[in-house]
């Protein structure tokens, strides 16, 4: 049931890891009780994930990003076609935010496997800390990055000399840890960089690559393994909200 999925991932990630700001967990449900025979499992709904959705004939999605994520004040036209839409299919959504970035093998740990780092440590709530392979300079990193996480163009800053062996990693937007990642590792990798971080980095003497919101959280869209036989996961990439040129 939706209840049972909500348990299972909620264990995983506990209520308590969320951040008080967040909003996330059964974010639209007619009935918990309801059983699922397929489920879709995206970074975040648009309309095209709910389209997709009803296509195959899913009772659920389960997203990262939540579903609604401030008050809603008012329904605008692009939000009441999601809702009606979910609703007339009687498609319930769950989502797990913050808490999910910071859980025992959720999007943080998941990233720092993709880029495939080893001897990870948690620091803190969000980082996670490792080593490369091999010892890279900062241009081969970047390409290095760019064939991992599948990702185009992306914002950075490194000494030209710069040496890179240690890495720590933040899911999404994650500025804030800048100077905890300076002072454990040569690589920061996260996204939402603004001018002012790139700046505080070169005074910190530490490499950044933004490698962008999606791209450094989709690839732990991809949650529930095989606690659920009987129920059929799809996977559903939104895509990135943008392209670069």
Known sequence: TIKDIDKFLSDIAPRELSESWDNDGVMLCGNLCENVQKAVVCLEINIEAVKYAK????QLIITHHPFIFKAMKSVTAEKFS?????????????????RYDKADGGVNDILAQTIGLKNITDNGTFLRTGELEREMSGAEFAEYLREKLYSGIMKAYFEKDARIKKVSVCGGAGKEF?????????????????????????SLGISVFDAGHYHTENPAAELLGQKFPYVVFEFYDVGSPFFTV
């Open 55 to 58: 296509n195959v004939g899913a």
């Open 82 to 98: 999601e809702i009606e839409l979910l609703i007339k299919n009687g498609i319930s959504v769950l989502s797990y935010h913050t």
């Open 178 to 202: 800048l100077q905890e990642a300076s002072e454990i590792s040569d690589a920061y990798v996260s996204a939402d960089f603004s001018h002012e971080t790139f700046r505080e980095a070169k």
